[in-house]
Structures are given as structure tokens and as C-alpha cells.
């Protein structure tokens, strides 16, 4: 009884310490709640895109509720927020401005889906594969850098989420997952025109028809979606006569993680063609023409020149 009497006596003389010690349980509570909600959620859903909305949703959530707690503890009243913040944004929006950023980010991020885990980004000079999105960092398999095209490099970059404010990002992935690629065949002056291009046009369909089939519906959907005119996604093939050789250019649609495979297969296709050809196509390289040999001075050993 005494010990009680003397923790109300202590109280009374230490409001100031009271509050924030309960401050301080209500925060170590609400952390406790998003941990125990997160874990529940990860037993009980058993899909993982929606799995991981709702464990990210809670952590949200959480936060939320303990910067209304801040504001409520430490100014007295919830309806003076605007004049909490005013207050609080002199002091601290210096230090911590990339942290604000980040966090404004990640909301901005999951409102107006920028991007989500799974897709192909470039952000900021980097380009990879979102893996996870949190409250301050975007987490990317990274792609390219000393890897060619589109392979993993094998590092994992951690990336501000403050970045969607500073520039432009680039998804391969969200609305239209594919992208249009182009194959340049020199082919040497004399071959059979007509040929070649029924070999690289009927190899370019044939190969490339599952993505020209899916990526119809895709395009008119993205149509309707954003003010933009329609395109061709058939593959096209354009021809342009250079000095050295005939230039064909094919322009394809691809699946956009398949660019590279999907390009060696047309260039394998397509050599064995034009070499089954019995030189009807033959390939160009750069050649050089000599037009006049200069006059060439041999001196002897008596001193004649011819």
C-alpha cells in the first residue's frame, strides 16, 4: 500500500516524466501491434502479392498512428496539428529532409503506383528488378553495368524512395510489359533483295508471334488507358542503302525480360537461312577499295632508281 501511495506521490511531483514514460509504452505497444499483425498476416494469407500489400498496409498504418500520438502528447491536442507541424518542421527539416522525402515517397509510391515489387525500373541511372518497397528505401536486383544487356549483375542496390521526387522513372513492366527491339543485317550489294527479305520476314513472324499475339490486347488497353495513337506491333523491316552495303533493319516487339534471348534466336535463324541460301544473301563486312597505287621509288645499291 505504501509502495502505491508513493508511486501516485511520484507521479503527481514528475508529470512531465509521466507522460513521457506513457508516450514511450504507447509507442513500444504500437510497434508490438504491427509486428504481431505482420507475422499474423504471413501465416494466414497465403498469396504473396497480397500477403505482402497488407503486411506493408499495417506497417503504414502504424506509423501513422504513432505520429498522431506525437502530436497528441506533445502539443496537447490533436486539432493543433497544423501549428505542431509548423513548429516542428523549423527545427528538423534540415536534417532529416531526406527521411521526409523518403517516407512521402513510399506513400506516393503505393498511392499512385509508380512501381510495385516484380517490375523493371530505371531509376536514377539504375536499372533492375524491384524486389521490395519499404517505408524509406526501394530495393532493386540491379541489372547491366559490367554484365551486357539485360542480365543481373548480382548486386542489390538500396534505393531512396526521396528519388521519385528528383526525376524521371522508367517502368518496362507496369501497363505494357514488353518493348520494341531492332536488329540491323548488312547485307552486300548483288544478293537477292527479294529473298532476303521474305527469309528475315518469315522468320521475324514466326518467332516473334506468341508476343505479337499477347501484346495486341496489352496495347489497346494502354490506348484507351493514356492519350496516345495506335502502333504497329507486327514486325517491320525498312531498308536503307548505304555506301557499303544493303542495310536491313527489322523493328520487332519483345517480352521485356527476353530482349536478349529473343535477339539471338532471330540472329541464328536468320544466319542458317541466308547460308542454306547457296550465296543467294550473303552478308556484308567493310571492305576497302583501292583506287590508285602512287608512284613507289626503289633505290638500289648503284644508286639507280626506277
Given at each position: 500500500m505504501e509502495s502505491l501511495d508513493y508511486l501516485k506521490t511520484w507521479m503527481t511531483e514528475h508529470a512531465t516524466a509521466t507522460e513521457l514514460l506513457k508516450?514511450?509504452?504507447?509507442?513500444?505497444?504500437i510497434v508490438l501491434g504491427i509486428s504481431f499483425l505482420r507475422r499474423l498476416l504471413k501465416r494466414r494469407l497465403?498469396?504473396?502479392?497480397?500477403r505482402y500489400k497488407a503486411q506493408k498496409g499495417v506497417e503504414i498504418i502504424g506509423y501513422l498512428f504513432i505520429i498522431l500520438l506525437t502530436i497528441?502528447?506533445?502539443?496537447?491536442?490533436?486539432?493543433?496539428?497544423?501549428?505542431?507541424?509548423?513548429?516542428?518542421?523549423?527545427?528538423i527539416t534540415i536534417t532529416l529532409q531526406e527521411l521526409i522525402l523518403s517516407i512521402a515517397g513510399s506513400f506516393y509510391i503505393f498511392l499512385v503506383r509508380v512501381y510495385?515489387?516484380?517490375?523493371?525500373?530505371?531509376?536514377?541511372?539504375?536499372?533492375?528488378?524491384?524486389?521490395?518497397?519499404?517505408?524509406?528505401?526501394?530495393?532493386?536486383?540491379?541489372?547491366?553495368?559490367?554484365?551486357?544487356?539485360?542480365?543481373?549483375?548480382g548486386r542489390i542496390v538500396k534505393l531512396s524512395n526521396a528519388f521519385v521526387f528528383k526525376g524521371p522513372i522508367y517502368n518496362y513492366s507496369q501497363d505494357f510489359p514488353f518493348v520494341w527491339d531492332e536488329l540491323t543485317l548488312p547485307i552486300r550489294y548483288g544478293s537477292d533483295v527479294e529473298l532476303a527479305k521474305s527469309i528475315v520476314v518469315e522468320i521475324a513472324?514466326?518467332?516473334?508471334?506468341?508476343?505479337?499475339?499477347?501484346?495486341?490486347?496489352?496495347?489497346?488497353?494502354?490506348?484507351?488507358?493514356?492519350?496516345?495513337?495506335?502502333?504497329?506491333?507486327?514486325?517491320t523491316?525498312?531498308?536503307?542503302?548505304?555506301?557499303?552495303?544493303?542495310?536491313?533493319?527489322?523493328?520487332?516487339?519483345?517480352?521485356?525480360?527476353?530482349?536478349?534471348?529473343?535477339?539471338?534466336?532471330?540472329?541464328?535463324?536468320i544466319g542458317k537461312a541466308f547460308l542454306a541460301s547457296e550465296e543467294k544473301v550473303r552478308l556484308a563486312s567493310a571492305t576497302f577499295e583501292i583506287v590508285q597505287i602512287p608512284p613507289v621509288k626503289i633505290q638500289t645499291g648503284d644508286n639507280s632508281a626506277t
Open positions: 508516450y514511450l509504452l504507447w509507442v513500444v505497444v497465403p498469396d504473396i502479392s497480397v497528441s502528447y506533445f502539443t496537447g491536442n490533436i486539432q493543433d496539428f497544423t501549428l505542431a507541424i509548423g513548429l516542428l518542421t523549423a527545427g510495385k515489387p516484380g517490375d523493371r525500373i530505371e531509376i536514377n541511372g539504375i536499372k533492375g528488378d524491384v524486389i521490395d518497397v519499404d517505408s524509406i528505401y526501394t530495393t532493386m536486383m540491379e541489372i547491366g553495368e559490367w554484365v551486357s544487356s539485360d542480365n543481373y549483375s513472324t514466326e518467332t516473334l508471334s506468341d508476343y505479337v499475339n499477347q501484346s495486341i490486347e496489352k496495347w489497346q488497353e494502354v490506348v484507351k488507358k493514356y492519350y496516345i495513337e495506335d502502333a504497329v506491333v507486327n514486325p523491316l525498312a531498308i536503307t542503302m548505304t555506301d557499303n552495303w544493303m542495310q536491313f533493319n527489322l523493328r520487332y516487339i519483345v517480352d521485356y525480360k527476353k530482349r536478349r534471348m529473343t535477339k539471338h534466336l532471330l540472329n541464328e535463324k
